[in-house]
């Protein structure tokens, strides 16, 4: 999976990109295999961190944003929340069938 990472306002080290690459392969490819593009944006506001992370999947498109005075705890926390999220699309969509359930037919005859 390739991840777009962007920075405003401020640059960022090669170290960090690195971080930042790791954590989104590493965390996120392990819940969901069927990611499609990532793009990580992180922005400095005075003297906050806001790390967003948009994500492609098939049929859906997810995003998490965080805030916080590191950056590090802003990826972490903003990559735990997207895990989150595709933890639940993983089980919606693995949830097995009623078998039990009927559908009924409606009938106009009044």
Avoid at 19 to 39: A, F, K, P, W
Avoid at 43 to 58: R, T
Wanted: aromatic share 8%; hydrophobic share 35%.
């Amino acid at each position: 999976m390739k991840v777009n990472i962007v920075a405003r306002h401020f640059d960022i080290s090669e170290k960090t990109r690195e971080y930042i690459q790791g954590e989104v392969d590493h965390r996120l490819n392990s819940t969901y295999d069927r990611i499609v593009s990532c793009m990580v944006i992180v922005e400095k506001i005075k003297s906050d961190y806001i790390a967003e992370v948009i994500l492609n999947v098939p049929g859906e498109t997810f995003t998490a944003k965080e805030t916080s005075n590191d950056l590090i705890k802003s990826i972490d926390f903003v990559v735990k929340k997207m895990r989150k999220q595709l933890t639940k699309h993983k089980t919606k969509w693995k949830r097995p069938i009623d078998p039990d359930k009927q559908f009924v037919e409606s009938s106009d005859e009044e």
